[in-house]
Nanobody
Framework: QVQLVESGGGLVQAGGSLRLSCAAS????????MGWFRQAPGKEREFVAA????????RYPDSVKGRFTISRDNAKNTAYLQMNSLRPEDTAVYYC?????????????????WGQGTQVTVSS
C-alpha cells in the first residue's frame, strides 16, 4: 500500500507558475512509476505527466509539453510537477498517482494508488 498526499495547489494568474508536490509513504517509493492527472468540472480525468522509477525518462501530452515538468526525489519520497506559463484551461483538480507498470502509461487504470487531489485555478 502507498499513501500519496498532494500539496502546492492554489490560485494563480495566467502566465504564472506553480509547483505541486506529492509526498509518498508506505511501500518503497522507487518501486513505482509516478504520474500526474487532472480533472476539470464535467470532464474526464486526463493524463498530465509521468516519470520512470529512476527519474530518467518522462512523458507528457501535447497540451502541457514544454510548460510542465515532472520530477522526483527518491531520497525524499516525493514527486513534483512544475507548471509554468499556466493557462485558464489548466484549471482542474490535480492528482498524483503511483503505478507498478513497466511503461509510462497514460491510462488511469494502470495506476494503482491515488492521492486526494489539489485544486489549481488559473485566472485570466
Amino acid at each position: 500500500q502507498v499513501q500519496l498526499v498532494e500539496s502546492g495547489g492554489g490560485l494563480v494568474q495566467a502566465g504564472g507558475s506553480l509547483r505541486l508536490s506529492c509526498a509518498a509513504s508506505g511501500r518503497t517509493f522507487n518501486n513505482y512509476i509516478m504520474g500526474w492527472f487532472r480533472q476539470a468540472p464535467g470532464k474526464e480525468r486526463e493524463f498530465v505527466a509521468a516519470v520512470t522509477r529512476s527519474g530518467s525518462m518522462t512523458r507528457y501530452p501535447d497540451s502541457v509539453k514544454g510548460r510542465f515538468t515532472i520530477s522526483r526525489d527518491n531520497a525524499k519520497n516525493t514527486a513534483y510537477l512544475q507548471m509554468n506559463s499556466l493557462r485558464p484551461e489548466d484549471t482542474a483538480v490535480y492528482y498524483c498517482a503511483a503505478s507498478r507498470s513497466i511503461v509510462l502509461s497514460v491510462r488511469r487504470y494502470e495506476y494503482d494508488y491515488w492521492g486526494q487531489g489539489t485544486q489549481v485555478t488559473v485566472s485570466s
